[in-house]
């Protein structure tokens, strides 16, 4: 009976700290019945009987089966502890933003999203307009609009001076390194320190494969090979899937650096480019002893087991052409887009606008070497297809025996996985830069292309063999010819002939329904 008291005791104490209302005790085990009736658990006098099996739980909590007894121990069981109480959050508002008053931007910023309360108290213009005067000083603020008038008053709406700091760290970082870009090379129209820039920001390459289960995998990249306008990027270390179960791709820059500060945003992921393999059609480039080369979209080369499906390594050739505002400024869903700023073109002074003054810059290379680099001036649009789709610029005329030009070395692609490495006869890489009459960047391209032999003879001047690249996608095409000399065991470059869309120059030059190409 005494631990049947305690018992009751206990539970009166739980249900008083529950602040609960009081709930009835349940039901105990019934005393020992008489002399000759042993209980549920004991034995028979002399010891020797059988052991009785475990009782039901009806038995255990009451004499008789009454459900007011089994529901009240199912509630003593199903008891939740109390809530612990936040008494952080109890304090005062002004302790409180005493206490945040400390903190710097960036751990202001972050203690934000710990609720509600901390990310109204986290927003507090005083504090904001402390630090953004502390870090960037007067010299920095000068009111120039009834936004500024509005703020020397006072009269700002919640959150006003947060808002301006992160505008102006977000800009101020930009800006410095905006201003190592302003140097533009004459030879490539694209600025010289492209490279250099990456590499001190600390930019990476992540690629994104999901499969057909919706099963994500992230790879850091390998390698980066650059050159003078393009970069190609190589993964071949961790465990590829099966290259016809990946249904899509994608490529973000990410930059890796310590957060000294808020300016710097920590493994911000930008999205770059993205390839649905579902949907795509797969371009066959090439094939060794060991692997195949797979061209799903521009500028995506796939290598994989020859006699299996397993992916051995994956390169990305990327121009770069704003390739650091594409690594850096675009957001984890959405790639970055250059704001249209171009003034439009008065066709009245010269309805021939934009149709003349083309200037080319033109490489063939691969991973390691160029096969063959071109400057081209004062290129002209000419004819127009029969599809009446395609403006042609012809660089080099197979009838002009000086502009041909020679290939240097062999034409292939080398590649290496994690454990093996090769090369990939009649197979490299095309990058090509054509900048307006202004020397602006107009078309930038930099995507793998093969040789093919041609079903006859292109130019009667040559007695090898004749073999085409091309290069095709949306916004034009890319046709060169070759041939290969025996003598000198090398390829000559007799045409090449470039095709821009006409959709493609009238949404660069902005043209308008009065000011069109008229075909």
């Known amino acids: 009976m005494m631990a049947a008291g305690r018992g009751d005791f206990f539970r009166s104490l739980r249900t008083g700290l529950e602040r609960r209302p009081a709930q009835p005790a349940p039901c105990r085990r019934p005393a020992a019945r008489g002399r000759g009736s042993p209980g549920p658990d004991e034995r028979p006098a002399g010891g020797r009987g059988r052991r009785r099996p475990p009782t039901s739980e009806a038995s255990l909590t009451c004499g008789s089966r009454d459900p007011s007894c089994l529901e009240a121990r199912r509630e003593c069981h199903s008891v939740k502890p109390p809530p612990k109480e936040n008494f952080v959050e109890r304090l005062p508002p002004e302790i409180l933003i005493k206490i945040l008053s400390h903190l710097d931007a960036s751990s202001l910023f972050s203690i934000g999203h710990v609720s ?3 990310h109204r108290l986290a927003s507090d213009d005083a504090m904001w307009r ?19 008038a509005a703020a020397e008053a006072g009269d700002l709406s919640p959150g006003h001076w947060k808002m301006i700091y992160l505008r102006t760290v977000t800009g101020h970082d930009v800006n ?17 320190q492209t490279e250099w820039v990456l590499r001190n920001l600390n930019v990476s390459w992540e690629l994104t494969l999901r499969d ?6 992230r790879l850091q990249h390998s390698r980066a090979f650059f050159f003078e306008s393009s970069v190609i990027i190589s993964w071949s270390r961790g465990s590829f899937a099966s290259c016809h179960h990946i249904s899509s791709i994608q ?11 808020p300016r710097v945003r920590p493994d911000w992921r930008s999205l770059i480019l993205k390839v649905d393999m579902k949907t795509r059609p797969w371009h066959f480039l090439g094939r060794d002893r060991l692997i195949k080369l797979l061209h799903p979209s521009p500028g995506v080369i796939i290598g994989v087991w020859r006699g299996q499906s397993i992916v051995a390594f994956i390169m990305v050739c990327l121009h770069l052409h704003k390739l650091v505002e594409k690594s850096l400024l675009g957001s984890p869903a959405c790639p970055y887009y250059e704001p249209e700023d ?4 008065s066709c009245d002074s010269d309805p021939a606008f934009g149709l003349h003054g083309f200037t080319l810059h033109f ?6 070497t160029e096969i063959m ?4 001036r004062q290129l002209s649009c000419g004819t127009v297809q029969s599809q009446r789709e395609l403006v042609e610029v012809k660089v080099i005329n197979k009838d002009n025996l000086s502009q041909h030009r020679s290939l240097s070395g062999n034409v292939k692609l080398p590649w290496k996985s994690e454990a093996l490495e090769g090369a990939v006869e009649n197979c490299c890489v095309m990058t090509l830069t054509l900048l307006d009459e202004l020397l602006k960047p107009f078309w930038c391209v930099s995507s793998p292309v093969c040789v093919k032999m041609a079903k006859r003879p292109l130019d009667l001047d040559y007695g090898g063999e004749h073999f085409l690249m091309e290069h095709r996608e949306p916004g034009g095409k890319v046709r060169m010819t070759l041939v290969w000399l025996k003598e000198q065991k090398q390829f000559f470059l007799v045409s090449l002939t470039v095709y821009i869309s006409v959709s493609r120059v009238n949404r660069h030059l902005r043209r308008g329904d009065g000011c069109t190409m008229r075909l």
Do not use: C
């Open 212 to 217: 057909s289960w919706g099963q994500e995998s």
């Open 251 to 261: 490529l973000h820059g990410v930059r890796r650096e310590a957060p000294r500060s």
């Open 176 to 192: 410095m390194w905006r201003r190592e870009l302003r140097d533009i090379s004459p030879y490539t129209g694209l600025p010289s």
């Open 363 to 368: 490489v063939l290379h691969n991973t390691g």
């Open 373 to 376: 680099s071109g400057h081209f």
């Open 342 to 345: 171009r003034p439009p073109p």
């Open 130 to 148: 402390r630090i953004f005067m502390s870090e960037f000083g007067r010299h920095m603020w000068r009111p120039k609009s009834a936004a500024g």
């Open 116 to 118: 509600k309360l901390f």
